[in-house]
């Protein structure tokens, strides 16, 4: 895909009617100068400009609307956000260090997955509307990966102490040991 300058990544896809959106970023993410952007249809559409490092993780479609979460760095820390039709909404709420890693749609509802990487470890954590709900209580290293939400019941996949783990509604479920390094990259429920 081209990016339209620099370098870039492909982080996310979603597929709506004969619609294909795609989430990621332009720039030299390793120079710490990216912006964050979505492609429809391969038309390059960026959510953020030059004067901030950004990145979408994760982008859904409900409707007409289009929804991307990701983060927007401020030095060397970062929030967590979410854009709603390219408008911006800050999910740290004066927190830094968080990260948004992925978006579910659900009527009203917008889920946000991610984690907060301030503390000694990574606590793994998802936003519904905005309001945060911890997974983990920071007795090991944990972050989320993935969100999904079917009959008003929410998984959301990641990791905690090096072993695979999703969370249904808060309760976590290990998929495999922590002898060595396991993460759940993202999950998915038949309705």
């Known amino acids: 895909m081209d990016t339209g300058y620099g370098n870039g990544a492909v982080n996310s896809i979603f597929v709506s009617g004969n619609d294909v959106y795609n989430a990621g970023y332009t720039g030299d993410f390793h120079a710490d100068r990216f912006t964050a952007v979505y492609w429809k249809n391969n038309t390059m559409i960026p959510l953020t400009d030059s004067t ?4 979408a993780n994760s982008i859904f479609v409900s409707g007409n609307n289009v ?5 927007i760095k401020h030095g060397a820390y970062s929030n967590a956000e979410y854009w709603k039709n390219g408008v911006a909404v800050d999910l ?26 301030l503390s000694p470890v990574t606590i793994a954590k998802y936003w519904k509307n905005g309001v945060p709900v911890t997974l983990s209580d920071g007795s090991f290293a944990a972050r989320t990966s993935s969100i999904f939400v079917s009959n008003n019941d929410v998984y959301v996949a990641g ?5 695979a783990k ?9 998929i495999s040991g922590n002898v060595t390094e396991h993460e759940a990259t993202s999950i998915f429920v038949t309705r």
């Open 92 to 117: 740290s709420g004066g927190s830094t260090n968080e990260v948004a890693s992925s978006i579910f749609v659900d009527g009203n509802d917008v889920y946000v997955s991610g984690y907060n990487y």
């Open 166 to 174: 999703y969370w249904k509604n808060g309760v976590g479920h290990v």
């Open 67 to 71: 929804y991307i979460a990701g983060f």
């Open 159 to 163: 990791s905690e102490n090096n072993a």
């Open 52 to 55: 901030t490092s950004a990145a």
